[in-house]
């Protein structure tokens, strides 16, 4: 048992991400999509302080709205640790304290960082000692996403996202993001795009059957080249995005007119990404983002996955 976990409280820090590439196959028949995506962690964090407690309670803080998340056994973290308590037979409890730093349903992942940081922090705290891979197949039932805030880095994701394989990934790229006061449900995100694909099937042809990254940007993230990366971005779920959320084309031209190589909406939206060429002109951009009113914020990636610290 590490020296945090004796002590009666363990602290976990989990990354948000971004998916930096997203196709969109067809819905399988459990109801989900079919997508290749390409994800990097970055650096904006999830902090999460897992102490011992009779039961599994959770509570939330933070520097994004919190708007509806809750705290009882539909918290994502909450049903992280419920789950690794049944999976490995322990009586044991833990309280949760969640600080958020990634924007509540934005297309970050954010809850699934939660609950990839409350299975590592409750597996330290109990010491139940699950390995990666196994707490991995764990998260991967509470979300699509939960497998990759536990890798990090930079990953390709297949069947629901949850299938993962890591990719190379040289130097570091900056990324700038927008972050908006109100977020987007994933599935309605996924819903207008079924519905824009039935509407335009004769102009548009159908889902792809096999849905795959481009070979584009596993090089441009091989080579760690912005430029390359800016021109292979892609987001099947953006249009259906901007379809809903008018107001992000005007933030994804602002962006695109001052020092962005490009911008992208992250996931299922509504955070928008740029990515910039480095580290000064990331800046450039963030003032001038901000400049325009919006609220900007400058992370790197690709950052480790969620980790005692
Ligand atoms: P993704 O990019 O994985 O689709 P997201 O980043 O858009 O997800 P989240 O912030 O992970 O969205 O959460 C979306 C919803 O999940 C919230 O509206 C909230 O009701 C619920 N939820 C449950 N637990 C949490 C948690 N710990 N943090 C945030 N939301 C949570």
New binding site residues.
């Given amino acids: 048992m590490s020296t945090a976990a004796s002590a009666g409280r363990v602290h976990v820090r989990a990354p948000g991400k971004i998916n930096v590439f997203l196709e969109v196959g067809d819905v399988q028949e459990d109801g989900y999509h079919d997508v290749a995506t390409a994800y990097q962690a970055v650096s904006l964090y999830e902090d999460l302080w897992a102490s011992d407690a009779e039961e599994i309670t959770a509570h939330?803080s933070g520097d994004v709205p919190l708007?509806?998340?809750?705290v009882d056994e539909?918290?994502?973290?909450v049903r992280a640790a419920l789950l690794l308590a049944a999976a490995t037979g322990t009586d044991r409890g833990a309280h949760l304290e969640?600080r958020?730093s990634?924007?509540?349903?934005?297309?970050?992942?954010?809850?699934?960082a939660?609950?990839a940081a409350a299975l590592v922090a409750c597996d330290a705290l109990w010491g139940t000692g699950l390995s990666t891979a196994e707490l991995a197949r764990l998260g991967a039932r509470i979300?699509?996403?939960v497998p990759f805030s536990l890798l990090g880095g930079t990953a390709i994701g297949t069947g629901r996202g949850d299938e993962l394989s890591p990719a190379l990934a040289h130097g570091r790229f900056d990324w700038v993001l927008v972050l908006s006061e109100e977020?987007?449900?994933?599935p309605v995100v996924y819903g207008e795009l079924d519905a824009h694909r039935a509407r335009h099937l004769v102009d548009i042809g159908p889902a792809p059957r096999q849905p795959r990254v481009d070979p584009d940007v596993l090089h441009a993230l091989r080579q760690g080249d912005p430029g390359m990366l800016a021109a292979a971005l892609r987001n099947d779920l953006q249009a259906p995005a901007l379809k809903l959320r008018p107001d992000l084309a005007r933030a994804l031209e602002t962006g695109e007119r001052a020092e962005a190589l490009a911008g992208i909406v992250s996931?299922?939206g509504p955070t928008i990404a740029f990515l910039a060429a480095d580290d000064a002109s990331a800046l450039d951009l963030q003032i001038s983002l901000s400049a325009a009113g919006l609220t900007a914020l400058h992370v790197h990636g690709p950052v480790p996955g969620a980790r005692v610290v």
Wanted: charged share 15%; aromatic share 0%; glycine share 28%.
């Fill in positions: 939330v708007g509806d998340v809750p539909r918290n994502l973290a969640i958020k990634v924007p509540v349903a934005g297309g970050m992942g954010g809850g699934s939660d609950a979300g699509a996403d977020g987007m449900s994933t996931g299922s």
